[in-house]
T-cell receptor, first 115, second 110 residues
Framework: DSGVTQTPKHLITATGQRVTLRCSPRSGDLSVYWYQQSLDQGLQFLIQYYNGEERAKGNILERFSAQQFPDLHSELNLSSLELGDSALYFC??????????????FGPGTRLTVL | GQSLEQPSEVTAVEGAIVQINCTYQTSGFYGLSWYQQHDGGAPTFLSYNGLDGLEETGRFSSFLSRSDSYGYLLLQELQMKDSASYFCAVGAGGGNKLTFGTGTQLKVEL
């Protein structure tokens, strides 16, 4: 158990809908990272927040947005969902702005299925 | 940008030694890491190489050659529980962004 929690574990929704995924980092960690893992694209970095501020951006679609709240939990919002958005979404955390020795602590993931 | 190449699948027998290779192309290099992911599970950190050479952690070792943009993960005394996917990852952009390889599925057989 990494100490990172994600809810919900599974989410099934329809195309065109909007969903929110939630992540709580390990106690004391200030950075939260979001990743998307699909069969054809592998593990893709989406976005990082550090202490409430956006820190780094990856291949995140405009339909997706994220934020980190004062209590450091983070939410990933996915809107106008398409079939191709079906994937496993992971949240990870680390103590500082960057990662020491590239070590990030991953949550159990949210499996999103878009029908 | 960054790209990493790994073999898609490796099969070995219990008790054997296996090496999983990773070649990378990156602008701005902040070390090579390895992560393990069991089916349906979360990636977990295994090792990190920031400088050339071998790092050993128990049954697992990882090697890096920055001049060759190449690294490998060596797993010794394979156990059935080592059956998983293994990802190499490079850090860039101050280490904030981790770019992962496509993953190598290791199957350990009796």
């Amino acid at each position: 158990d990494s100490g990172v929690t994600q809810t919900p574990k599974h989410l099934i929704t329809a195309t065109g809908q909007r969903v929110t995924l939630r992540c709580s980092p390990r106690s004391g960690d200030l950075s939260v990272y979001w990743y998307q893992q699909s069969l054809d694209q592998g593990l893709q970095f989406l976005i990082q927040y550090y202490n409430g501020e956006e820190r780094a951006k990856g291949n995140i679609l405009e339909r997706f947005s994220a934020q980190q709240f004062p209590d450091l939990h983070s939410e990933l919002n996915l809107s106008s969902l398409e079939l191709g958005d079906s994937a496993l979404y992971f949240c990870a955390s680390s103590p500082g702005r960057g990662t020491v020795y590239n070590e990030q602590f991953f949550g159990p993931g949210t499996r999103l299925t878009v029908l | 940008g960054q790209s990493l190449e790994q073999p898609s699948e490796v099969t070995a027998v219990e008790g054997a030694i296996v090496q999983i290779n990773c070649t990378y192309q990156t602008s701005g290099f902040y070390g090579l890491s390895w992560y393990q992911q069991h089916d349906g599970g979360a990636p977990t950190f295994l090792s990190y190489n920031g400088l050339d050479g071998l790092e050993e952690t128990g049954r697992f070792s990882s090697f890096l050659s920055r001049s060759d943009s190449y690294g490998y993960l060596l797993l010794q005394e394979l156990q059935m529980k080592d059956s998983a996917s293994y990802f190499c990852a490079v850090g860039a952009g101050g280490g904030n962004k981790l770019t992962f390889g496509t993953g190598t599925q290791l199957k350990v057989e009796l």
